[in-house]
RNA sequence: GCCGACGUGGCGGAAUUGGUAGACGCGCUGGAUUCAAAAUCCAGUUCAGGCAACUGAGUGGGGGUUCGAUUCCCCCCGUCGGUACCA
């Protein structure tokens, strides 16, 4: 009988189907583990070979964990919202909703064609309104509560209207934009518009102003790395930095949380460091300067204050919003040329580029009091305006980045700290003892970190405080397809929060999906939906692609509740997720927003966990080989590849090709032969003319290749449904977990999962005999098929455990060349190896489950129990070095002392030519393992 | 630039705590089977030298710690991911 997997999986999917095998309850005696994927993008290339790495590795793990006893939760859903869908709908006129849709049915199609036990009846979708319904109404929680960083929670913003109302800011200990101060008088004389000001400086979503990319051609706002040396990578249109008001939330109010809690997750270090670098907290001093005069002072963060004495000079961010009012008449035309030119600049420029120093004199002085000098005050695009305070008092002595700007504008330098003593120590670190500083002189720099913060306070300039890089996060897109915020606006512009119970806020419907003019959203023009018959209106951006994201895990836990976003029973059973598995590229942002969101609705009694993700394991991406020919633009020819040098690379491009046409892709040697070319020119007609330039005496058109991601754009995405067509679901399962540990970025190469498939077919062959039928032994196994099948268990499940399932693979193919070679047939061995491997080949484990007269599924098995007895070894093979060199193996009985062993390696005659006359110093044994002889 | 990861045969990778480097698979070479091919099976396959026994080298490069380093430490090179509006 032979192995056919495709009769086979469409049988036991619909088993599995009709007797709702994946279907979970919330309601267990079992202990409850929770296994959750990143939820995909559906884009409209469909799901590629790379997706599904990560959900196999979690579909292995859940079934894993339910053959041990566990109630597992393992589902799926999309993330829905985005600009591809948008940008298609502009260029196509099809409605976002539509080309979302018809992607997520190929997704779920492809995805059901894996094999997974996805709990289907909780399937989410972002886009669906009554998933949004909830990620508005977080939003609103949000916009209606403050933090208190003096009870570290964030409360309702009631309460703080009320503290206002009777106290004023007096007692208020706040996280807020900036630190306010007035009394209850004050409070109540203000108008309807300036306390909506003053709440916003508190809310935890607010509106302010912040800059963007923006380009005037495209009518948008563009991301930085949609930006491309100042102009726009589609077009190449200007783009300029603009300030706009925007949505925030005020993750900054939880930087310190999100930090300490990292601590007890189990995510790799390289994972915590990640995100604790992201959240950047420095402990330094805010100081204040004065400004010759003015009545202005800047404010400035320093993590150095002990370096004052050396601050020659001020820097402020070309935004900061003093730089006009600082700017004197002789510094104008400078100072606007300047201005021009970083307003091409995108921010990850201005940080990445640190070789060129650029800045500009505004022609006014800060004064530094404790040198009682004027310094000047310069702009300069290294600082930035959401950084800190958007300032820094420059010392370059002990500075880098304002040590390079010193000596490009000849400004001052004055060395404060003597590092002599601590050779090796660099600018930045903080070592060395101070001088040049006046009453810090003498000192080593941690006390005078400690004295100079006491004298600032007392001289009431400043004061220590904790600074954190990280940012608070624009909320607000000018796009259609993401959520709409339930927020309205009266004729004065103040915000207010809609009524919970008219949620969800639906989206218009729109024909044109381009944006409206004067930087406005889409939405702007849906003028009935915007404009209420009261007279207030609606906002008109919508929430960013993190909005749906950074709640749908809980969702899962009760996806269709219509009353909570997940009711209470279902979050206290489920709690949080035990396994989350994903890529590196959401390490900071997706994590770090979700982290945020799950803290607040936990300080609300939402949720019982601080955390979301217990434990994280990163899945690598899997690439994609980019084969593209070269073109001469002016001489309209195609290049050989390995010709190129003969040409000015300015000249040239690069034209991504389709792999199907490229002879042996990936190799050095890829090439188009005739019959690649002849498909390439029927593929792009436009170029049905140009002439290829060979090499000389070649017949291979060489192309390039390099690896990089799979993408529609690049012609190279290898489609799930054609492997799994030709092998079936198991062998691609087996495959993609047999290329290589899941963490780990690797090249698709279809060529080797042949392999796997004759494994399957050798594995499947097993149980049948010569004729061809199914049939197997009731006798009992000897000692050898019953060690090579414990010690299968306990490598498979050791594997497992530490999420090494390419290794688990070759378990597999090892026990199965062994039981083969050792003509097994026991049902005894074979049944336990069938569980053992239905996760990983669902189809097949449940197949021959069937067939050795079991009628329930092998899912609903009990996982095999080890029994070491049977692993235990009479002898031990040890290797034999010599200064560290095998040279001889030999066998031992096991229970050999070490005395015996080192005495018998000694007397060893084989061993005598490679310690040729010398000594033996020493003999090293490690019991088990291996014997090194020293000799000298 | 900054933060993080990775680098082992022709290729994907294994070596879990510092202890036989190259498990398992692909590919390749030779053979069996076949009219032939596919499929299957057997043997070999890190590199260099040698008919062989064997000898030497070898885990991106350089240095160090150790009886012993793919594994630990320092410096360098390369590739990938993130860098706040791609998802």
């Known amino acids: 009988m032979q192995y056919k997997p495709r009769d086979i999986e469409k049988k036991w999917k619909t088993f599995w189907e009709d007797k709702k095998i994946n279907k979970v309850s919330n309601q267990s005696d079992k202990p409850k583990f929770y296994v959750l994927d990143m939820f995909p993008y559906p884009s409209g290339a469909g799901l590629h070979v790379g997706h599904p790495l990560g959900y196999i590795a979690s579909d292995i793990y859940s079934r894993y964990k339910r053959l041990r006893g566990f109630n597992v939760l393992h589902p799926m859903g ?36 894996l094999g997974f036990s996805f709990d289907w009846d909780r399937q989410v979708k972002t886009s669906d309104p009554a998933y949004y319904k909830w990620t508005q109404w977080i939003f609103l929680q949000l916009f209606k509560h403050w933090y208190d960083t003096a009870v570290e929670k964030a409360r309702p913003i009631d309460e703080l209207i009320e503290h206002f109302a009777a106290h004023g800011t007096d007692g208020i200990e706040a996280a807020g934009s900036e630190e306010l101060s007035f009394t209850a008088a004050e409070w109540k004389a203000k108008s309807a518009v300036e306390k909506d000001g003053i709440l916003m400086n508190y809310r935890l979503a607010y509106r302010k102003e912040t800059y963007v990319n923006w380009c005037e051609t495209l009518g948008t706002v563009l991301a930085n790395d949609e930006v491309k040396d100042g102009v726009s990578e589609r077009g190449g249109y200007p783009v300029e930095r603009k300030a706009m008001l925007q949505w925030s939330l005020r993750i900054t109010a939880y930087a310190e949380r999100l930090l300490n809690d990292l601590q007890a997750l189990e995510w790799s270090e390289a994972m915590k460091k990640m995100q604790s670098n992201w959240i950047g907290k420095s402990v330094g001093a805010q100081v204040f300067f004065e400004i010759k005069g003015s009545d202005r002072k800047i404010e400035v963060f320093t993590t150095r204050p002990d370096t004052i004495f050396g601050a020659t000079y001020m820097v402020l961010a070309p935004e900061h919003e003093w730089v006009s009012e600082l700017t004197t008449p002789e510094q104008k035309e400078e100072v606007a040329a300047y201005l021009d030119y970083v307003n091409t600049r995108s921010e990850r420029d201005r940080m990445s580029d640190v070789k060129a120093v650029t800045g500009a004199f505004l022609g006014s002085y800060a004064i530094n009091q404790f040198t009682g000098e004027d310094i000047p005050i310069w702009i300069g695009e290294y ?171 809980l969702r899962y836990m009760d996806a269709k509740n219509p009353d909570a976003f997940a009711g209470q029973d279902a979050i206290n059973y489920w709690q949080d997720v035990d396994l989350y598995v994903g890529g590196t590229e959401h390490a900071v ?107 000389e005496g070649s017949k291979q058109f060489k192309t390039r290749s390099e690896i990089g991601k799979m993408s529609k754009s690049k012609f190279n995405v290898v489609n799930p449904d054609d492997v799994v067509e030709r092998y079936g679901a198991d062998c691609f399962r087996m495959y993609e977990m047999f290329l290589g540990p899941v963490e780990q970025a690797k090249p698709w190469d279809t060529k080797g999962i042949d392999g796997v498939s004759r494994f399957l077919r050798k594995f499947w062959s097993m149980f049948f005999n010569k004729q061809e039928q199914f049939s197997l032994s009731e006798t009992t196994p000897t000692r050898e098929e019953l060690k090579v099948l414990h010690q299968t268990i306990k490598k498979v499940t050791d594997d497992i455990e530490r999420f090494s399932f390419n290794t688990c693979v070759s378990a597999f193919m090892v ?93 060893m005659p084989e061993l005598q030519k490679y310690i040729d006359g010398k000594t033996i110093r020493r003999v090293i044994v490690v019991p088990g393992r291996m014997i090194n002889v020293v000799v000298g």
């Open 78 to 113: 999309y993330d829905a919202f985005g600009l591809p869908a948008e940008q298609y709908a502009i260029q196509t006129g099809v409605h976002p909703a539509k080309s979302t849709d018809a992607n997520i049915e190929r997704y779920r199609a492809q995805l059901e064609n």
């Open 815 to 907: 026990a199965t060349n062994e039981l083969v070679k050792l003509g097994c047939d026991k049902r005894d061995i074979l049944e336990p190896l069938v569980i053992l491997i239905s996760p990983f080949a669902p189809h097949l484990g449940e197949e021959l489950w069937h067939r050795m007269g079991h009628n329930d599924s092998v899912h609903r098995e009990t996982y095999p129990v080890l029994n070491e007895e049977y692993l235990v070894e009479d002898s031990v093979t040890y290797p034999i070095a010599v200064n560290g060199k095998t040279r001889i193996t030999t066998d031992f009985p096991s229970d050999t002392s070490n005395k015996d062993l080192e005495n018998a390696v000694r007397a």
């Open 589 to 695: 942002g997706h994590l770090m927003y979700s982290r945020f969101w799950h803290k607040f609705l936990f300080d609300k009694g939402l949720v019982p966990t601080k955390e979301p993700f217990r434990k994280l394991i990163n899945q690598g991406m899997i690439q994609g080989i980019i084969e593209s020919v070269i073109y001469h633009k002016e001489k309209r020819k195609f290049i050989s590849a390995e010709l190129t040098g003969n040409y000015d690379e300015e000249s040239l491009t690069e034209i991504p090709v389709h792999i199907n046409f490229v002879k042996d892709y990936g190799l050095d040697h890829s090439h188009l032969d005739e019959a690649g070319i002849r498909k390439f020119k029927e593929w792009r007609p436009e170029y049905d003319k140009a002439e290829f330039v060979f090499a």
């Open 383 to 553: 600082v930035l305006k959401d950084y800190g305070t958007g300032a820094v008092m420059a010392v370059p002595s002990d500075d880098d980045r304002d040590h390079r700007f010193a000596e490009k504008f000849d400004l001052k330098i004055i060395d404060v700290i003597d590092k002599s003593k601590y050779p090796g120590a660099g600018r930045h670190d903080k070592l060395g003892i101070m001088i040049n500083s006046g009453f810090l002189n003498g000192m080593e720099v941690p006390d005078a970190i400690g004295l100079i913060i006491e004298k600032i306070e007392e001289m009431g300039i400043g004061r220590g405080q904790v600074n954190y890089k990280l940012r608070d996060a624009i909320y607000s897109r000018q796009r259609y397809w993401g959520e709409p915020f339930p927020i309205i606006y009266d004729q004065e512009g103040v915000a207010y929060a809609m009524d919970e119970k008219d949620l969800p806020l639906d989206l218009p419907e729109l024909e044109d999906f381009k944006p409206a003019s004067a930087a406005k959203s889409p939405l702007a023009r849906a003028e009935e939906w915007v404009n209420l018959p009261d007279g207030y209106t609606r906002e008109t951006d919508t929430m960013p692609g993190f909005a749906g994201s950074s709640w749908y895990f």
